[in-house]
């Protein structure tokens, strides 16, 4: 399997900045806003809070997973790098589906590790609830766009570009790779671990229940009502009988409602710079850096049984042999989770959770912020909201500001010191990337 | 010698005669299923093409749902998704017919169950699907 080196030189993430998660065409405050102005707003906060100016930064990566369809770009950086004052400074644009913003980081720490740039940003944007506005009927991406007009993205347009993702030659005319993302990893967990169904269907509502109480303390998230809000409204007499209820319908074969993303639009960056760089580059800075230890990748593509888990055993594997880290040491978690699935069984392949029980820990609430282990402190992809490739740096954003000691009502009992971020998406990309605080 | 070559068409046009073709490593005989270039397994730069029996075993199940189907599967009858071994090696994620509910329930503690392949026409191209053998 694959193997990674030390890097050249250690490399921190000095600066984050992150949009709110939002239905941008919803509201009039927000309805036209456009890629430079959100990627524009996560980058200036992001070099705000590392104390640099754009002038500092040497150059930048650009994140979007679908900029054809949501922007009706090709060269996404090219065209927004003067909002945020990098007018003529390099660029590059990647794509990794719901792994770029993890992926993000990966390469920007690549990049200062190499010796090439000291101090770069890494952004990501998406508009993962709106296209650009048509001038006419019969809009397709080939037509002209309006230049700030935008109009909401139905499920059904969705779902057609998610089919992009997988493999024209097998994946899509096999069938079973594309439809088995959403519910192998709990049939997987099922047989392996010996629960029941039913268990299993619990397990998967706490974990919209935690993300929720999570995102309820988070201004960022999108969706911030609790399940027992929300259930003692309805006339339930407590919040899992909602859970089960036909307000929370079964979608999937174990999967239900509330454990799928909410897509929405949003931003978020990060200012990573060489860390011997620091009192030179970011002489105001007025936090800790967060020094990134490691990043382990692997990927699989749709066909292959068990994608996901197989490929985070593998990056996991990577980042633990090449740091010397131990699952014992991760004081905090996060995981994509746009299946809510996700969340449990990369807890569990990082050995952050015991094998087999992590189940319990999520039913007991213990992972929740306030909880022992927390997981996805900010309300994860049903609840924070998953602005696709903007995900991955808002649980960096997240991830450092609860290392900071920053996320106030939300802030975990525990300072974190040592986090492990489990990027996924893109059918199928992994990075598992292991975060420590400077002291 | 490493040929540019219409792999994924000569796949095709295989599932069109019925038959299952993949390819197989002359280094270490892994198979390739559905076919590419270069063996996975030890890295060889070649594969031949081979034709596989189509027998197999499926190791997981999962029932398709209202996010996991689409109108046209409908035509597959009762069906599943799952992990499928052929017995060439190869391992790869596949639609299985004849699984409903009730029979995953019976099936799950007898995993892996034996299965063999057969072609399913779709608009314009007949792929390739597994039905449990005891059907
Ligand atoms: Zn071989």
Request: aromatic share 14%; glycine share 2%.
């Given at each position: 399997m694959g193997k990674i080196g030390k890097l050249n030189r250690s490399v921190s993430i000095i600066g984050v900045g992150c949009t709110p998660f939002m239905y941008t065409v919803d509201n009039e405050e927000t309805n036209g806003l456009t890629e430079g102005e959100l990627f524009g707003y996560a980058a200036l906060k992001a070099m705000e809070d590392a104390g640099v100016s754009p002038?500092?930064?040497?150059?930048?990566?650009?994140?979007?997973?679908?900029?054809?369809?949501?922007?009706?770009?090709?060269?996404?950086?090219?065209?927004i790098g003067n909002w945020f004052g990098m007018k003529g400074k390099g660029s590059i644009h990647h794509s990794e589906a719901c792994c770029t913003g993890y992926l993000a980081i990966d390469q920007a720490v690549n990049a200062v590790a190499s010796g090439k740039f000291d101090c770069v940003l890494t952004g990501c944007v998406e508009f993962g609830d709106s296209v650009p506005a048509p001038f006419g009927p019969n809009d397709t991406v080939e037509t002209p766009k309006h230049p700030y007009k935008?109009?909401?993205?139905?499920?059904?347009?969705?779902?057609?570009?998610?089919?992009?993702?997988?493999?024209?030659?097998?994946?899509?005319?096999?069938?079973?790779?594309?439809?088995?993302?959403?519910?192998?990893?709990?049939?997987?967990?099922?047989?392996?671990r010996g629960i029941t169904a039913q268990q299993m269907d619990d397990t998967l509502n706490w974990m919209a229940i935690n993300n929720r109480r999570n995102a309820a303390k988070n201004p960022l998230a999108i969706e911030r009502r609790e399940f027992e809000d929300i259930a003692k409204e309805k006339g339930f007499p407590d919040?899992?009988?909602?859970?089960?209820?036909?307000?929370?319908?079964?979608m999937g074969d174990f999967l239900r409602m509330e454990g799928v993303e909410r897509k929405c639009d949003g931003a978020a960056a990060a200012i990573v710079c060489a860390t011997d760089m620091i009192p030179q580059i970011a002489k105001n800075l007025k936090h800790k850096p967060i020094e990134v230890l490691g990043i382990g990748n692997a990927a699989c593509e749709a066909t292959t049984p068990h994608f996901e888990i197989r490929a985070t055993e593998e990056a996991v594997r990577q980042v633990y042999e090449n740091?010397?880290?131990?699952?014992?040491?991760?004081?905090?978690?996060?995981?994509?989770d746009f299946i809510i699935t996700s969340h449990l069984i990369s807890a569990e392949i990082a050995g952050y959770l015991p094998w087999g029980e992590g189940w319990k820990y999520i039913c007991e609430g213990r992972t929740a912020y306030d909880g022992d282990k927390p997981i996805n402190t900010n309300g994860g992809r049903t609840s924070f909201g998953h602005a696709h490739a903007a995900s991955g740096l808002a649980d960096v954003y997240e991830c450092c500001m609860q290392m900071r000691g920053e996320c106030g009502e939300r802030q975990v009992k525990k300072l974190p010191k040592t986090a492990m971020l489990r990027g996924y998406g893109g059918a199928q990309n992994i990075a598992a990337i292991l975060l420590r605080t400077i002291d | 010698m490493i040929k540019l070559e219409k792999v994924v068409q000569r796949f095709y046009e295989g599932l069109e005669e019925g038959k299952f073709l993949g390819r197989k490593c002359p280094v270490c005989g892994n198979v390739e299923f559905p076919p590419v270039y270069a063996c996975n397994k030890c890295g060889s730069l070649e594969t031949e093409w081979v034709e596989c029996s189509g027998k197999g075993v499926m190791k997981s199940i999962v029932m398709p749902a209202a996010l996991s189907s689409k109108p046209e599967y409908a035509q597959m009858g009762q069906y599943a998704y799952g992990e499928v071994e052929l017995e060439e090696g190869a391992c790869f994620n596949a639609v299985v017919k004849g699984i409903n509910k009730?029979?995953?329930?019976?099936?799950?503690?007898?995993?892996?169950?034996p299965v063999h392949a057969e072609t399913f026409q779709r608009n314009g191209y007949k792929t390739v699907v597994f039905v449990l053998d005891e059907e």
């Open positions: 002038q500092d930064v040497d150059f930048y990566f650009h994140g979007e997973a679908s900029p054809l369809n949501g922007s009706n770009y090709l060269t996404p950086n090219i065209q935008r109009e909401k993205m139905t499920m059904d347009r969705f779902l057609a570009t998610t089919m992009w993702l997988y493999d024209r030659c097998y994946a899509r005319s096999m069938m079973a790779p594309m439809e088995l993302i959403y519910d192998d990893a709990a049939e997987d967990y099922v047989r392996t919040v899992m009988s909602y859970m089960r209820s036909p307000y929370n319908p079964r740091t010397g880290v131990k699952p014992e040491e991760l004081d905090i978690f996060f995981a994509n | 009730r029979k995953r329930k019976e099936l799950m503690p007898k995993l892996p169950v």
